[in-house]
């Protein structure tokens, strides 16, 4: 069974500081996997996947298939950053897409 | 307004009474996905549609709820007799496989905000 898991529930980080959100996952194959991103009174977006290799709004996220981690990372947090972030994995065979429990991420200004 | 769009956006009710919502999905995707989502959780996946055909149904989807999408398009999720526990959000997505990348990105609805009394 697949599973993604977000140690953290809440991290407070100050503005201009460097952020890492933690991501784990159990999947048997190849997985794909995703950062979703719900700000304030917004729906829950897609951030950035994995098999894009890109950045967006300065985060990235580097699959780890040996530690089976998909962290997502930002140089420099603005205040804009504070927002739930879920990590995600779809399984190829069903497509379906399982979240982790989120991250609420708080910029101290 | 082009996304996926969701009604209605709240709901309270009493236990023991039916509820459905509705959703529409972006019209060229053939994905359609409901999830649930309660205080302090992570989306759970509750099932979803390839066109019109239901493909996958979670446990957490008890004989009580039941879920349609006749024509592949809007899709339905009905719950029966509902019980306290039932109380949460109920999110709706739609996707289709990205032609270039093959990478399958889900696109939510607002969600429906289910209160039982």
């Known amino acids: 069974a697949q599973r993604v898991t977000q140690p953290e529930k809440l991290l407070s980080v100050f503005k201009g500081a460097p952020v890492e959100l933690k991501c784990n996952y159990s999947y048997s194959g190849s997985p794909e996997l995703f950062w979703y991103v719900q700000y304030s009174r917004q729906r829950l977006q897609l951030l950035l996947r994995h098999i894009s290799r890109e950045s967006i709004k300065g985060f990235t996220a580097d699959l780890n298939k040996g530690e089976t981690s998909f962290h997502l990372k930002k140089p420099f947090a603005q205040e804009e950053d504070s927002a739930m972030y879920y990590c995600?994995?779809?399984?190829?065979?069903?497509?379906?897409?399982?979240f982790g429990t989120g991250t609420r991420l708080t910029i101290i200004p | 307004d082009t996304g996926v769009s969701q009604n209605p956006r709240h709901k309270i009710t009493k236990r023991g009474q039916n509820v459905t919502f509705r959703c529409d999905p972006i019209?060229?995707?053939?994905?359609l996905y409901w999830y649930r989502q309660t205080l302090g959780q992570g989306p759970e996946f509750l099932t979803y549609f390839q066109n019109e055909a239901q493909l996958e149904k979670s446990r957490l989807l008890s004989d009580r709820f039941s879920a349609e999408r006749p024509k592949g398009s809007f899709s339905t999720l009905e719950i029966q007799r509902t019980e306290q526990g039932d109380s949460a959000m109920y999110l709706c997505?739609?996707?289709?496989?990205?032609?270039?990348?093959?990478?399958?990105?889900?696109?939510f609805g607002a969600g429906s905000r289910l209160t039982v009394l």
């Open positions: 019209s060229e995707h053939n994905r």
């Open positions: 997505a739609s996707s289709a496989r990205h032609l270039a990348t093959g990478a399958n990105v889900l696109t």
């Open positions: 995600a994995l779809c399984d190829f065979g069903n497509e379906k897409l399982t």
